[in-house]
């Protein structure tokens, strides 16, 4: 089945680091850029972050530009988010969405919740 | 960063009601314009890719179009299932930003 599984969210104090993942299944990983979005709880989507294929290049929303890194190991289909110095406004369901082509998401996992709260 | 101005931000139309969303982009996009519909509770689905091209699957009562900086979004007909939240995408020079979102109500 082709699917993308988001884990890693919970409730991480503002400061705190939590590294978020996202297991891909049913199709060539490797292929495919990847991002991750988040949406802030009744807000709209937020693009957070790109990685190539190769794990080469990657991109940031200046949101979270030094803060946030995006990684991928190809040989386990992951993806992964590492988050530092968490603030309150972090707070929103993280997705991991696939690139079909040059930025049309045509999949996308259930999310993981992240609450940055003291 | 490219700014992108969804409008309305709400709609309220009957069944069987053609329903246009517009979507205006702050600088020339060509057509790196893409939709997307989200249900309560659900993942954003890919609906209309490239301003204007319908996504595998996706019903034919669903259109975009446009081209440079404004865009519009149509249901032909709209059907009870269509009840969601529609978010337009732009995607240039590796930087991405999603419309503010249309929330469509049933009257």
């Known amino acids: 089945e082709v699917q993308l599984v988001e884990s890693g969210g919970g409730v991480v104090q503002p400061g705190g680091s939590l590294r978020l993942s996202c297991a891909a299944s049913g199709f060539t990983f490797d292929d495919y850029a990847m991002h991750w979005v988040r949406q802030a709880p009744g807000k709209g989507l937020e693009w957070v972050s790109l990685?190539?294929?190769?794990?080469?290049?990657?991109y940031y929303a200046d949101s979270v530009k030094g803060r946030f890194t995006i990684s991928r190991d190809n040989s386990k289909n992951s993806l992964y988010l590492q988050m530092n110095s968490l603030r309150t406004e972090d707070t929103a369901l993280y997705y991991c969405?696939?690139?079909?082509?040059?930025?049309?998401?045509?999949?996308w996992g259930q999310g993981t919740l992240v609450t940055v709260s003291s | 960063d490219i700014q992108m101005t969804q409008s309305p931000s709400s709609l309220s139309a009957s069944v069987g009601d053609r329903v246009t969303i517009t979507c205006q982009a702050s600088q020339d996009i060509s057509n790196y314009l893409n939709w997307y519909q989200q249900k309560p509770g659900k993942a954003p689905k890919l609906l209309i890719y490239d301003a204007s091209n319908l996504e595998t699957g996706v019903p034919s009562r669903f259109s975009g179009s446009g081209s440079g900086t404004d865009f519009t979004f149509t249901i032909s007909s709209l059907q009870p299932e269509d009840i969601a939240t529609y978010y337009c995408?732009?995607?240039?020079?590796?930087?991405?930003?999603f419309g503010q979102g249309t929330r469509l109500e049933i009257k």
């Open positions: 995408q732009q995607y240039d020079n590796l930087r991405i930003t």
């Open positions: 990685i190539s294929g190769d794990g080469g290049s990657t």
């Open positions: 969405a696939k690139d079909d082509n040059y930025g049309d998401f045509n999949l």
